[in-house]
């Protein structure tokens, strides 16, 4: 818990002004959700996030493009009597359609999960990967997303279950 408050805080540190001549932005949130099975405990898992869009962008067409963001984490997340944390950072291609109001989002974030041992669930080790796709709604500086997020060590660890999330956040750009 100590570790995440710690991250939050530089997360927030961090300036605010991103945003130039062009649409460029940053992005704070939080994101929350639930185990979607195939581990043998059932986990309730919270996210604070920090997005940046990178100024790399192709136009697809008039109302849409796909832009590259550099996405950091810090979640808790609880299981029956047992309770962790990760550090995330990595990268999420974003495709935007319908003026911006709705994009669709894939993206990987080497992961660091301090404890990998939760009652009957053991990850293997600190070293992680998340990925994910997603879907999100932005009205005005406002961002509703869901994510099925995957984390796992991708098999450089003998104990390899990955856990499977379904997310849902909100995030507020600035």
């Known amino acids: 818990m100590r570790t995440v408050l710690v991250v939050l805080c530089v997360l927030l540190a961090v300036p605010l002004s991103v945003q130039g001549a062009d649409d460029r932005f940053l992005e704070i ?3 929350g959700g639930l185990d979607a099975a195939g581990t043998r ?10 997005s940046a869009e990178m100024p790399w ?4 067409e008039a109302l849409s493009g796909l832009n590259i963001r550099l996405e950091a984490g810090a979640a808790q997340f609880k299981t029956a009597g047992d309770e962790g944390c990760w550090l995330a950072v990595g990268g999420t291609l974003v495709y935007r ?3 911006d109001s709705l994009e669709l989002e894939a993206g990987w974030r080497p992961t660091w999960l301090p ?3 939760f009652g009957s669930d053991h990850f293997g080790g600190q ?3 998340s990925t994910h796709v997603g879907m999100a709604f932005v009205w005005q500086r406002t961002r509703y997303s869901y994510r099925f997020q995957h984390t796992s060590n991708a ?3 003998a104990d390899n279950p990955g856990l499977d999330l379904h997310m849902f956040g909100v995030g507020f750009r600035f």
């Open 29 to 31: 949130g939080i994101r």
């Open 41 to 50: 405990e059932n986990y309730v898992a919270r996210e604070v996030y920090l």
């Open 57 to 60: 962008q192709l136009p697809i």
């Open 97 to 99: 359609m319908y003026g």
């Open 115 to 117: 404890d990998y041992q």
């Open 127 to 129: 070293a992680q990967f």
């Open 155 to 157: 098999g450089i660890y």
